[in-house]
């Protein structure tokens, strides 16, 4: 047994002394604030390349951008710490609205010079890229070039940008306004209590099913009474989205999404292709659970209901040896990262008031580290929390040998290095439970994961294109939204659903999401994508940790087609890609069957 003691605290000293109220970290504001206006100064007196003799002083201002842009994430990334550490720490508030100001600035800058280096007449391009400065940079610079191209000229860019803050994103913020204004009343352990739609939506895991139903029943009635608000709010939203298309002469409403996540349409298609063709075994859980829980059928309100009790409890230097041991399986490089991460006091796991929910894994660029923050209280939920975000630093940490340039992954692959560090732990959890309790608890937390990818977003995925489809031709009032929706999930829970939700369409976030379009696919992208890359694994044992490396490395700089072709040798443009995924996740529901079958 190792003698090590991890730090559940981590360390930010390293980076900035003193906190919030840190001397050096003032000082490095000022000076990004002096990169930002040089940076700038730089951009404007940019000029289009004219010549393959520019090559130089582009690659000087790309080098200039990556300085620029890692001085300012560095103290961003530590400044989202102290808030999140502490979020009574009014300085770091202060922090950050000064931190997201300098960004904001340094953007705007950026985007002008992703324009002014677009405009580059073709064959002074191809030499531009053909040079040994920019050959490098040939992936990211044909995206900036084929984004520019796709879009409108400059000055009318410009007008809808203007446009869009307060006739597009101002919707958004609207919704947002409207939501945190809601509370409902449900009777909780015999007490009426006030609660906002957060804390209500929790109540989908109490053990009493009167008080799931209740919750449901009174927040569906919520966004019911607020559902001409809400239906305004969306429809604005697309009719905005589709006017800025039908100007660009974009006819496909996924044209956006899909460049986004640097992946076609058959990809997409193949996608769930695969899934809607495997949702029996996924039906056939759910039914079980419903018997479970007693009932002919599963209403929307119990997806999340318990039906067994996970009971082994891991302490902290528990949990991390159990995750290192499980890692090392896997591959040393794996191993020996996240031993040194936990050593340095990478991960911030104490269980203690005023900490932010969630968890997350930050990267502070300049020093190449990264910081992991969650909270740990000893479940082995919280072991997989502590393994998935380890594999977000270790993707972080397989990219350092790239420039920061090609570093910035999409969504969509952007969960596959957490997503298979959390697999290795999650199963190895469910072989060496020590209970059937705990296996069916293990069990059915990966078939709820299952169920939400394969289902509930598939559903959100249905709505979503069809109502953009029907807006084209004019407003979706309401009651046909709820039509749209109910029908999405009947479709898409393959009839294993009893009570639907119609008006998820209002308490979703993502619909009213601003920043990215159709906020779905990306997740069951990358869970699956994720999901095959670690059958591999499975296939080839330790000798595959190489090649799943300098995939990371690769997320950046190619397509997903790409990039599986090259690392995986397989085309998922292609429906049999999709199925090993699926399958891996048939097993589990198949095993959580087998173990409940005298009670179905
Ligand atoms: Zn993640």
New binding site residues.
Partial sequence: MSTTTYPVTWDLEIFFRGGSESEELRAHLEEGEKKVLAYTEAVGDFRTPEAAGAAEKVAALIEQTKNTSAHLRESGAVIGCFLAQDTTDKKAHLLQGESSALGAKFQTAFMMFQQKLSETDEKVWEELLASGELEEFSFILNEWRKKAAAKLPEEQEAIITALSVDGYHGWGELYDLLVGDMQVTVKVDGEEKVLSVGQANNLGTHPDPAVRKEAFEKLEAAWAEKEEFFAKALNSLAGFRLQVYEKRGWDEVLQEPLEYNRMKQETLDAMWGAISSNKQPFAEYLKRKAALLGKEQLDWYDFSAPVSESTSKLDYQEGAEFILNQFGKFGPELESFARMALENGWVEAEDRPNKRPGGFCTGMPLSEESRIFMTYSGSMSNVATLA?ELG?AFHSYALRPVHQLNRQYAMNVA?TA?TFAEMIVADAAVKEAQSREEKMALLEDKAQRSVSFFMNIHARFLFETRFYEERKKGVVSSDRLNELMAEAQREAYAGALGETHPHFWASKLHFYITDVPFYNFPYTFGYLFSLSIYAKALEEGKSFEEKYMALLRDTAVMTTEELAMKHLGEDITKQEFWEKGVRLCIRDVEEFLSLTSDEG
Avoid: D, G, Y
Wanted: avoid cysteine; glycine fraction near 0%; charged fraction near 25%.
């Fill in positions: 998935h977000h969960e957490s």
